[in-house]
């Protein structure tokens, strides 16, 4: 088993910066991948961005292209989304999800989530 626990998210300004991290315990994460979503109120939950955790290859939504990064720390067990030039728009729910041996942009190839944390955009 996998838990995984989120950083605090937080209230910040349009063209703001904030980064969230998503600590794993229970199995060391050297295989599948990390990835984050987000839920608006009203909305599906997204797919944002994905990372393998062995090689770190990474995919992003269209919509944080260029605006967010992913990253991992392999010594810490831990992943990191960085979102810089914030908008409204990405106010969301933020999860972040594993599998030990899938990636993809579904929610159902992870089988482990965090709880989610709350991140306002103001404008």
């Known amino acids: 088993q996998v838990q995984l626990v989120e950083s605090r998210g937080g209230l910040v300004q349009a063209g703001g910066s904030l980064r969230l991290s998503c600590a794993a315990s229970?199995?060391?994460?050297?295989?599948?991948?990390m990835a984050w979503f987000r839920q608006a109120p009203g909305k599906e939950r997204e797919f944002v961005a994905s990372i393998k955790w062995s090689g770190g290859s990474t995919d992003y939504a269209d919509s944080v292209k260029g605006r967010f990064a992913i990253s991992r720390d392999n010594a810490k067990n831990t992943g990191y989304l960085q979102m810089n030039s914030l908008k409204p728009e990405d106010t969301a729910v933020y999860y972040c999800?594993?599998?030990?041996?899938?990636?993809?942009?579904?929610?159902?190839?992870?089988?482990?989530w965090g709880q989610g944390t709350q991140v306002t955009v103001s404008s």
């Open positions: 229970g199995r060391t994460l050297s295989s599948g991948a």
């Open positions: 999800a594993a599998d030990l041996r899938r990636w993809g942009r579904s929610t159902a190839y992870y089988n482990y």
